[in-house]
């Protein structure tokens, strides 16, 4: 590739750097303006661009083309260029230069026009063969080599007797008459329709002849089909008529074809509102199953959907019509399901009312990789497979119903009921009748035949009692009871009724405190607390925040109809400082909020779009400094205070390892997490 430099970067060297960048190397672009237009196009070719091309003169130059018109500069050029390098004007290479891109120019036109040429010559469904005036084939298409059996690199540059022995091309030479619409047998004895046309130039010169044919057999099996076709529909109108479901067929491109008259009655569409229509124009409500059978060429069986101007429902079955292997169409059959909708709604309805009978979640909801999160899910997995009962213990919102579900649906019982019971949501007067049930006449407004209490319900499953250190005194001994001899006895009964009921209990009071008060009892609480689980608060567990925040997020989007794709982590730091005094319901809230709040164009949570997080652990201990106790403590109080200060004191001096400091301390890992949880005490701050 030939080494040139260009002196002048003006308009004509900048067309001639256009001419030359893609055929040669252009080592350098010089000119005396640093601004010239050429420079410019030089450096964005990655070419060396400068204002003296005495830098860049080199015996290593091929071509030196001169085009800033200045004659001193020519002859500086011409006495600086070494023995093999040629300067050139920049009118001569221009011209060169022009020349050469009129060739190039010519040969794509000749390439294109070739190239259309055998284009529409190969497209073509009719069989071409050209001769000239010796009989030679010169032309032989696609279509011919299907029809003929000859492929074009054999039949090119042969005599066209050679290849058609019965050609009748030869005598169109000597006629020069056009032969149309002329049967022929072909070697391979295929019959074919040709028409045969001398080909004459302007000078009425004969320079040979071409044929165009086609193979009769495609004709005759195209009117079969068609036949056939006729044949089909007169036997499916006899059939279709006489039915009393609904039935339309509609051809391979999906327009309507036929339709009998239960068709019209069921839909309100008329013949000339379907046919020749297309299988949509009956549909109000739902997907065209005659077009989704005509692209998968598979039935469709009991899907549900809306007909006709009264929309209609109905149910439809549609096959594929296949003759000879071939799509021609298809055939739906519409049943009226009006009344038996209706009735699987309602059937739907009532599934959802039983749905909430059930648990619906399962340990793969509860979100959580912490270490303080970890332990409770085990001790819950553990929970589920024995009929011990659990007390779930931790502050509002940190998801102690989540984990009462999970359990049920780990235990054998998950086939059976799980009842959930809001202690706090009961009035005192009606929680025993809610529980236990009543008979009939128990107390005024009793219904007849009394009725099951929640734990008959949930007999052979389980009871979720939320809130169970609000339950009153009385309540508390009839509960007692159940714990100890798995019966009940209703209000107002006396004959007691055994139940197999796995219980769940949840509190977010401290009930050793309530047992001091004399509000909760000392035996029940043993009895409930047979296997207790700390559920950790989220500020002792910050690093599950961006887990819990991704699973948020998705179900807010399905509420809110949003789809916003996560949180950045300026706003995930801004959460994570946050101590979160309603735990995670608090961050769902904090979420919602943000969500409502993002422009529809948005998809990601910054830190400016969540609401202001007054609270930190920084202004709560600020809050309790300045809380000084007006009068002396009672002693429990101070001595609850001395256990936390020695407990700080031990967790401090083993680096936070809870492990360790259970064993020095003398109590268990459980006991430990318990008085964690009781006095808000912080791993992580020690750590």
Same mark, same amino acid.
């Given at each position: 590739?030939?080494?040139?430099?260009?002196?002048?970067?003006?308009?004509?060297?900048?067309?001639?750097?256009?001419?030359?960048?893609?055929?040669?190397?252009?080592?350098?672009?010089?000119?005396?303006?640093?601004?010239?237009?050429?420079?410019?196009?030089?450096?964005?070719?990655?070419?060396?661009?400068?204002?003296?091309?005495?830098?860049?003169?080199?015996?290593?130059?091929?071509?030196?083309?001169?085009?800033?018109?200045?004659?001193?500069?020519?002859?500086?050029?011409?006495?600086?260029?070494?023995?093999?390098?040629?300067?050139?004007?920049?009118?001569?290479?221009?011209?060169?230069? !022009?020349?050469?891109?009129?060739?190039?120019?010519?040969?794509?036109?000749?390439?294109?026009?070739?190239?259309?040429?055998?284009?529409?010559?190969? =497209?073509?469904?009719?069989?071409?063969?050209?001769?000239?005036?010796?009989?030679? $084939?010169?032309?032989?298409?696609?279509?011919?080599? /299907?029809? $003929?059996?000859?492929?074009?690199?054999?039949?090119?540059? /042969?005599?066209?007797?050679?290849?058609?022995?019965?050609?009748?091309?030869?005598?169109?030479?000597?006629?020069?008459?056009?032969?149309?619409?002329?049967?022929?047998?072909?070697?391979?004895? !295929?019959?074919?329709?040709?028409?045969? $046309?001398?080909?004459?130039?302007?000078?009425?010169?004969?320079?040979?002849?071409?044929?165009?044919?086609?193979?009769?057999?495609?004709?005759?099996?195209?009117?079969?089909?068609?036949?056939?076709?006729?044949?089909?529909?007169?036997?499916?109108?006899?059939?279709?008529?006489?039915?009393?479901?609904?039935?339309?067929?509609? #051809?391979?491109?999906?327009?309507? $074809?036929?339709?009998?008259?239960?068709?019209?009655?069921?839909?309100?569409?008329?013949?000339?509102?379907?046919?020749?229509?297309?299988?949509?124009?009956?549909?109000?409500?739902?997907?065209?199953? %005659?077009?989704?059978?005509?692209?998968?060429?598979?039935?469709?069986?009991?899907?549900?959907?809306?007909?006709?101007?009264?929309?209609?429902?109905?149910?439809?079955?549609?096959?594929?019509?296949?003759?000879?292997?071939?799509?021609?169409?298809?055939?739906?059959?519409? %049943?009226?399901? =009006?009344?038996?909708?209706?009735?699987?709604?309602?059937?739907?309805?009532?599934?959802?009312?039983?749905?909430?009978?059930?648990?619906?979640?399962?340990?793969?909801?509860?979100?959580?990789?912490?270490?303080?999160?970890?332990?409770?899910?085990?001790?819950?997995?553990?929970?589920?497979?024995?009929?011990?009962?659990?007390?779930?213990?931790?502050?509002?919102?940190?998801?102690?119903?989540?984990?009462?579900?999970?359990?049920?649906?780990? !235990?054998?019982?998950?086939?059976?009921?799980?009842?959930?019971?809001?202690?706090?949501?009961?009035?005192? =007067?009606?929680?025993?009748?809610?529980?236990?049930?009543?008979?009939?006449?128990?107390?005024?407004?009793?219904?007849?035949?009394?009725?099951?209490?929640?734990?008959?319900?949930?007999?052979?499953?389980?009871?979720?009692?939320?809130?169970?250190?609000?339950?009153?005194?009385?309540?508390?001994?009839?509960?007692?009871?159940?714990?100890?001899? /798995? +019966?009940?006895?209703?209000?107002?009964?006396?004959?007691?009724?055994?139940?197999?009921?796995?219980?769940?209990?949840?509190?977010?009071?401290? *009930?050793?405190?309530?047992?001091?008060?004399?509000?909760?009892?000392?035996?029940?609480?043993?009895?409930?607390?047979?296997?207790?689980?700390?559920?950790?608060? *989220?500020?002792?567990?910050?690093?599950?925040?961006?887990?819990?925040?991704?699973?948020?997020?998705?179900?807010?989007?399905?509420?809110?109809?949003?789809?916003?794709?996560?949180? =950045?982590?300026?706003?995930?730091?801004?959460?994570?400082?946050? +101590?979160?005094?309603?735990?995670?319901?608090?961050?769902?809230?904090?979420?919602?909020?943000?969500?409502?709040?993002?422009?529809?164009?948005?998809?990601?949570?910054?830190?400016?779009?969540?609401?202001?997080?007054?609270?930190?652990?920084?202004?709560?201990?600020?809050?309790? %400094? #300045?809380?000084?106790?007006?009068?002396?403590?009672?002693?429990?109080?101070?001595?609850?205070?001395?256990?936390?200060?020695?407990?700080?004191?031990?967790?401090?001096?083993?680096?936070?390892?809870?492990?360790?400091?259970? /064993?020095?301390?003398?109590?268990?890992?459980?006991?430990?997490?318990?008085?964690?949880?009781?006095?808000?005490?912080?791993?992580?701050?020690?750590?």
């Amino acid at each position: 590739m030939q080494k040139i430099m260009i002196v002048g970067a003006g308009k004509g060297g900048t067309a001639i750097l256009d001419i030359f960048k893609e055929t040669a190397e252009v080592l350098a672009v010089i000119d005396i303006n640093p601004e010239a237009a050429g420079l410019a196009v030089a450096r964005s070719a990655g070419i060396q661009t400068g204002t003296d091309w005495r830098e860049y003169m080199s015996n290593d130059l091929d071509i030196v083309i001169e085009v800033t018109g200045d004659e001193e500069v020519f002859r500086e050029l011409r006495d600086a260029r070494g023995k093999t390098t040629v300067l050139i004007p920049g009118s001569v290479a221009f011209l060169l230069a !022009s020349l050469l891109e009129e060739k190039e120019g010519l040969i794509k036109t000749l390439r294109k026009v070739t190239y259309e040429h055998d284009l529409i010559f190969n =497209s073509s469904g009719d069989g071409m063969v050209v001769i000239n005036t010796e009989g030679v $084939i010169t032309l032989f298409n696609k279509s011919a080599e /299907k029809i $003929i059996g000859t492929r074009r690199i054999q039949a090119e540059g /042969k005599h066209v007797l050679d290849i058609i022995p019965s050609s009748k091309l030869p005598r169109v030479l000597n006629t020069r008459k056009v032969e149309s619409n002329r049967e022929l047998v072909l070697p391979n004895g !295929s019959k074919i329709i040709t028409t045969r $046309i001398p080909i004459i130039d302007e000078n009425d010169q004969l320079i040979g002849a071409f044929s165009v044919f086609k193979d009769i057999t495609e004709v005759v099996n195209l009117a079969e089909e068609i036949t056939n076709l006729k044949e089909i529909q007169t036997m499916l109108q006899a059939i279709i008529h006489s039915s009393d479901e609904a039935i339309s067929v509609v #051809d391979e491109d999906g327009r309507g $074809i036929m339709i009998n008259p239960a068709y019209t009655r069921i839909t309100g569409l008329k013949e000339e509102e379907v046919i020749g229509q297309p299988a949509t124009a009956d549909i109000s409500e739902g997907e065209s199953m %005659h077009m989704k059978v005509l692209k998968t060429r598979r039935p469709v069986r009991g899907t549900a959907m809306r007909v006709g101007p009264n929309k209609k429902e109905v149910v439809v079955n549609v096959a594929p019509i296949i003759v000879d292997g071939k799509l021609k169409g298809s055939v739906g059959v519409i %049943h009226d399901m =009006s009344e038996i909708q209706n009735l699987n709604r309602e059937l739907t309805r009532a599934r959802q009312i039983i749905r909430t009978l059930e648990a619906k979640y399962s340990f793969e909801d509860i979100i959580g990789q912490s270490e303080e999160m970890m332990i409770p899910i085990e001790q819950a997995k553990l929970g589920a497979k024995t009929p011990a009962t659990v007390l779930l213990r931790g502050e509002s919102g940190t998801g102690k119903e989540l984990f009462a579900h999970a359990i049920h649906n780990a !235990s054998d019982r998950k086939f059976n009921k799980f009842i959930r019971v809001n202690c706090a949501a009961i009035s005192e =007067s009606l929680l025993e009748s809610e529980l236990f049930g009543y008979e009939e006449g128990a107390f005024s407004g009793a219904k007849r035949g009394g009725k099951r209490g929640f734990f008959e319900e949930a007999n052979n499953g389980s009871i979720f009692l939320d809130e169970i250190g609000e339950i009153p005194a009385n309540t508390q001994a009839k509960l007692l009871r159940v714990l100890q001899e /798995k +019966e009940i006895v209703r209000v107002g009964g006396t004959k007691p009724i055994p139940i197999n009921v796995r219980v769940i209990a949840a509190t977010n009071m401290n *009930l050793e405190k309530a047992i001091a008060n004399g509000s909760f009892r000392e035996d029940l609480y043993y009895r409930l607390n047979r296997m207790p689980i700390h559920i950790p608060p *989220l500020r002792r567990r910050k690093e599950d925040i961006p887990l819990l925040g991704e699973r948020l997020i998705r179900k807010i989007n399905q509420d809110y109809g949003r789809n916003v794709e996560g949180i =950045s982590e300026e706003a995930i730091n801004e959460l994570m400082e946050y +101590e979160w005094p309603g735990n995670v319901r608090e961050l769902e809230n904090v979420l919602g909020r943000a969500i409502i709040f993002l422009n529809y164009n948005e998809t990601v949570i910054e830190s400016k779009h969540l609401p202001e997080l007054q609270s930190s652990q920084e202004q709560n201990l600020k809050a309790d %400094h #300045d809380r000084q106790p007006i009068q002396a403590e009672p002693l429990s109080v101070q001595l609850e205070k001395y256990e936390a200060k020695v407990i700080r004191d031990m967790l401090q001096a083993v680096n936070g390892n809870k492990t360790a400091a259970a /064993k020095a301390l003398g109590v268990s890992v459980r006991n430990l997490y318990y008085k964690l949880e009781k006095y808000g005490i912080e791993i992580n701050s020690m750590q």
